[in-house]
């Protein structure tokens, strides 16, 4: 079925559902929301404002701003500029992005940015793609969406951990560690990183020692903590979001801190608050502790103009990948002369491979409007879409903390995906 028909059937429900919440949750574009190729490309988002990965929200929302401001700078797309986004909050809790994603949907937007949480888009992917809308991730990270079912209608500009994993390993190894505990929060982000990693070690002859997941509602991590010590490692990896705050506490009093073992993190770790967090008077505390992350400081010019247009950014984690979601957005709209995303989703996974190299909308643009095809590489890297939407590489960033507490990007390597 065409996407523009499934979207047709979803517009009467949808209509109503902005009537019942224009009033209570946030603006809405209209009160009825417009059909697909109306010559408007509109985007909506459903990122973290608030909940467990709030820090991760301001550098993925003003990305997505600063993209569109990027695009309307170069003349919009299809000649006209992109209206205002349409926001919504995934909060860490499944209820509350699920009532968001169906809030941005009835505003009829074309394309939704995120979830950040890969646990959030699965709440609710199936509601996005299903109306045949584009959703694209610039940081779920689980490798569940690589063969998922979402009628080619769900992309991610960031990496599958089944990239990250392989460069997290290296790390280790490299730092001569050979008995490697493994615990990561249980959900698709989590088992998937540390399958990952898992994988990885053991290949390369490391023995793993404790592989094991954990609730991350949980209040108390003393169990698994004591379980990481009763395995006796001469390294730790914690896969977590913001608990992995109190999971690094207590494993500090343990005597499992990065002055006694090797102390490692993930994505979701990385924070230049992290030190004060666990130890707020003594944030060397987590000197030598180190943690991997798909890349995003590497673009220097990227990274000036941003912090230009929102000066008030701390953390860059996922902005770049963020960028380049709506970047791809908009030029496979061109690609495709229509801002339907019936049309413009035939177009995402080319526009990124085996074309006339572009870095730029606006040169991108251009070299479409002469008949081109384009090969765009974002600010995030090369993107190289495989067939499932995804990029087929990826630059991972090998971060570490200092005696003063301070996050530094140690190294980045490329990862490939295996054939």
């Not at 209608?153 to 960031?158: A, C, G, H, I, P």
């Not at 001469?234 to 979001?241: G, L, Y």
């Amino acid at each position: 079925m065409k996407a523009s028909i499934r979207r047709s059937a979803v517009f009467t429900s949808a209509a109503a559902l902005v009537i019942a919440l224009c009033g209570t949750t946030g603006t809405a574009r209209s009160a009825v929301p417009a059909e697909p190729g109306d010559g408007e490309l509109q985007f909506g988002y459903v990122l973290s404002e608030t909940g467990q990965l709030a820090y991760l929200g301001p550098p993925m929302i003003e990305s997505v701003k600063f993209a569109m401001k990027t695009i309307n700078d170069a003349g919009g797309v299809l000649g006209e500029p992109l209206p205002t986004v349409v926001s919504g909050d995934e909060a860490g809790q499944e209820a509350v992005a699920v009532q968001s994603a169906d809030r941005v949907l009835a505003s009829g937007v074309d394309a939704l940015i995120g979830a950040a949480a890969s646990g959030m888009s699965l709440a609710f992917i199936d509601r996005v793609t299903g109306a045949g809308v584009v959703q694209c991730s610039g940081s779920n990270t689980a490798p569940t969406f690589t063969d998922y079912e979402d009628d080619g209608f769900y992309f991610r500009t960031v990496p599958s951990d089944s990239l990250q994993g392989p460069v997290l390993a290296k790390a280790i190894r490299g730092d001569g560690h050979n008995r490697v505990a493994l615990i990561a929060r249980a959900d698709d982000y989590g088992r998937g990183l540390l399958e990952s990693t898992r994988n990885a070690l053991e290949d390369g002859g490391a023995t793993v020692t404790l592989a094991e997941t954990y609730d991350p509602k949980s209040t108390n991590f003393d169990q698994i903590v004591q379980q990481v010590e009763n395995s006796r490692p001469d390294a730790a990896v914690v896969i977590s979001f913001e608990e992995g705050t109190q999971i690094l506490q207590a494993m500090i009093e343990s005597g499992l801190g990065p002055d006694r073992i090797g102390v490692y993190g993930t994505d979701g770790l990385r924070s230049e608050e992290l030190p004060r967090l666990v130890a707020p008077n003594q944030p060397g505390r987590l000197d030598g502790m180190k943690g991997t992350a798909p890349a995003s400081e590497t673009n220097e010019k990227y990274v000036k103009d941003l912090k230009k247009f929102a000066p008030q950014l701390k953390e860059l984690q996922f902005a770049p990948q963020v960028f380049d979601c709506v970047t791809t957005i908009a030029l496979a709209a061109e690609k495709a002369e229509s801002d339907d995303p019936a049309d413009f989703v035939e177009e995402i996974n080319g526009i990124t491979k085996d074309g006339d190299k572009c870095t730029t909308f606006a040169a991108c643009k251009e070299l479409i409007a002469d008949g081109k095809d384009i090969d765009y590489d974002g600010v995030s890297g090369p993107l190289d879409f495989t067939d499932t939407g995804e990029p087929g590489q990826a630059t991972i960033e090998v971060y570490g903390y200092n005696a003063k507490g301070e996050l530094q990007t140690l190294r980045t390597e490329t990862s490939t995906a295996q054939e």
